[in-house]
């Protein structure tokens, strides 16, 4: 065979295109595949601990509050736990006065109108750390009647290896909220005050 001949034979041969085209896409396609995986699988997780942190929510209405944030907790924690094993539940509690005040920030007067709290204008310290607040909730359970958004998060290693192929944590963190309503019989802590300086 002369060496033109064999060239052309070679540049005809079309047998090995579908290896190397396998070779060229297959990982962009299992990236592809983990990803919608993984986003379904965080979906999932992430419906099974609201559902969790709304059934506590309600039971503890029910039950009038009756039951210590401890036991709430726990027993948040022992049904996510349920269903991933591997995670780690943890658990904030901001107090605010009203279901209207969840988020707000501490009202101030504006004294130079640009729109914005600025040091050295009067505002109403409502969760008493002596500093204004773009969210006024107070750390904590707070006191009689108060409204207190309850929220839980999740860490767990995700578990399809999609992220670290991507250079990413394969930490993932999930978080539910929801409110609950203290009793009247609960100790008032109310510790407002306007400070100007
Ligand atoms: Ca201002
Ligand atoms: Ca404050």
Redesign the pocket.
Known sequence: MTRGSFIRRLRCDQRGNTIVEFALTAPLFLIVLFGILDFSWQYFAKLELQGVVNAAARAATLEGNAISQTTLDNEVRRKVLNVFPQGEVTFTRKAYDSFGEVGDP?AFTDANSNGQYDSGECFE???G?S???ADRGKTGNGGAEDVVLYTASLRMTRVLPVWKFLGQSQQSVLVATTVLRNQPYNAATSTKQVICS
Do not use: A
Request: negative net charge.
């Open positions: 501490e310290d409502v969760n750390n500093s204004w607040d």
